[in-house]
């Protein structure tokens, strides 16, 4: 008998007071307004360990969403009033604090490549990586918001494409940085001979990229995973490209199992076209819970919710994502839905799903969010989320917070253990890292995958080389990092 597979579960949050059900932050029981606190971080931290979530998914933009109601005051009034994510607060200094009272928990974190330098970032991240024993994991973010590229000071944001084609150029020089600057065993720690690290196993990376160059070696010794988790949101067709190269797990916006299956197939095979397998990526949709003791509990408890939602703040923010001001359009309307520079994806899901009218898309925005929603007691949802994983072809689920903290508390002490009954939950988490614990083969990205190009590559041609040298001067010593640095 096959073994069903286990439905992993990240919490879907952000930095900030309202993230994706927009309105719910006026909740009496809800606490977002303390995001800015640590003890609020540290308690859902604790509260996602407790129920052997994989981890904490930390959303993140630049920039401010400005589309909707643009004509008025530059189209920021709605997004302040109801707090669209903005404030907004930078989602990594959060990590060291949870990562101190937690063990197993991963962190997925969103960095947008236009506001970092590899370099730099490398060390952030190998830094966090150290802190967490490999827990951490980066969400590749391009950008879609002109907001934030005038913010750092551009004319506003690249093309689609070539956001992408940044990324790529990006990832080359920080793979080369993570994998191949220092050796294993580089670092001996060696009181009684003042040695720290070997010379000879530390190497300068020489880069010279479409978009990024670099001559240095990394600042960092080598963390657990080295490289982060990868995740990564996006099918557009050049977006699925990138996927198959560099995610490992992939977050995708379906509104039925059905549309899940095409959205996953066309990622496995992106993937396989990438020279990888299909089981190298873990596919999650986004999804909302609402549950409790009984059926009627759990519905009592959802139309309480809608009384808080704000179907027009969720309206603004999906005109961010799509790059269309729905507030020029009368509420039947049509709307005409062109190529966007924005997130492709979401206008073409608008298109598919006949969403094509202000009011259509309010009806969809009634709990502030476009997103799927199961209401019901623990047997229904687990019936809903099994249905979903098993004909979407997917892993599991980015939960969004409804209300903080009830939303993952509900979820933790009603669904998980109807989900364990069923044999489709971790009953304990296993020992490693956040890329050990989704694949079960080790802290280190596969063989198969493009960054690990680069795992020997630098001491093989350091070596190469310094034989070279050594010949030239006939037999006299050569250090490597005297050489000069190889061009990789």
């Given at each position: 008998m096959t073994r069903q597979k286990h439905i992993h579960v990240n919490a879907f949050n952000m930095n900030c007071v309202g993230h994706i059900h927009h309105g719910l932050w006026t909740h009496p029981r809800d606490r977002s307004t303390e995001y800015n606190t640590l003890k609020y971080w540290t308690d859902i931290a604790r509260t996602l360990e407790k129920g052997l979530f994989d981890g904490l998914f930390i959303a993140d933009v630049i920039g401010y969403y400005d589309v909707y109601q643009h004509a008025q005051r530059h189209g920021v009034d709605l997004t302040l009033r109801e707090a669209i994510q903005l404030p907004v607060n930078n989602p990594w200094l959060i990590i060291s604090a949870m990562a101190a009272v937690t063990e197993h928990l991963g962190f997925g974190v969103t960095a947008t490549i236009s506001a970092h330098n590899p370099y730099t970032f490398a060390r952030d991240v190998s830094t966090l990586d150290q802190l967490t024993n490999g827990r951490i994991g980066w969400n590749i973010v391009t950008g879609y918001v002109d907001s934030g590229a005038r913010g750092l000071g551009q004319e506003g944001l690249d093309e689609h494409d070539r956001r992408y084609d940044r990324a790529d150029d990006f990832l080359a020089l920080a793979y080369k940085l993570w994998e191949g600057s220092w050796e294993d065993g580089a670092v001996i720690a060696d009181k009684a001979r003042r040695i720290h690290a070997l010379p000879e196993k530390v190497h300068p990376v020489v880069h010279n990229g479409p978009f990024y160059r670099a001559n240095a070696i990394h600042m960092s010794a080598p963390s657990p995973q080295r490289t982060p988790l990868l995740f990564q949101a996006g099918t557009s067709s050049r977006g699925l490209q990138f996927a198959g190269q560099h995610a490992e797990g992939i977050f995708i916006g379906a509104t039925t199992p059905e549309a899940a299956r095409e959205a996953s197939r066309k990622l496995r095979q992106a993937a396989v076209d990438a020279g990888r397998r299909p089981e190298d990526i873990k596919i999650y949709a986004g999804m909302a819970v609402v549950t409790g003791d009984t059926?009627?509990?759990?519905?009592?408890?959802?139309?309480?919710?809608?009384?808080?939602?704000?179907?027009?703040?969720?309206?603004?923010?999906?005109?961010?994502?799509?790059?269309?001001?729905?507030?020029?359009?009368?509420?039947?309307?049509?709307?005409?839905?062109?190529?966007?520079?924005?997130?492709?994806?979401?206008?073409?899901?608008?298109?598919?799903?006949?969403?094509?009218?202000?009011?259509?898309?309010?009806?969809?925005?009634?709990?502030?969010?476009r997103y799927n929603t199961v209401v019901g007691d623990a047997n229904h949802v687990a019936d809903e989320l099994t249905r979903w994983i098993d004909e979407g072809e997917i892993d599991g689920f980015n939960l969004t917070r409804i209300v903080v903290p009830e939303t993952w508390e509900d979820f933790a002490n009603t669904v998980v253990p109807e989900l364990q009954n069923r044999g489709r939950y971790r009953t304990a988490y296993e020992p490693g890292g956040f890329r050990h614990k989704l694949f079960g083969q080790g802290d280190r990205l596969p063989a198969n995958h493009v960054g690990a190009q680069w795992r020997d590559a630098l001491a093989h041609k350091a070596g190469q080389a310094a034989a070279s040298v050594q010949a030239d001067t006939k037999g006299g010593p050569a250090h490597p990092l005297t050489t000069k640095p190889i061009a990789v």
């Open positions: 059926q009627a509990q759990a519905q009592e408890k959802y139309a309480e919710y809608l009384q808080h939602a704000s179907a027009e703040g969720g309206l603004a923010h999906f005109a961010a994502s799509t790059g269309v001001d729905f507030a020029q359009y009368d509420l039947d309307e049509p709307i005409p839905f062109g190529k966007s520079n924005a997130i492709q994806s979401a206008a073409a899901a608008a298109q598919a799903q006949g969403w094509t009218t202000r009011r259509k898309l309010l009806e969809q925005f009634k709990l502030g969010s």
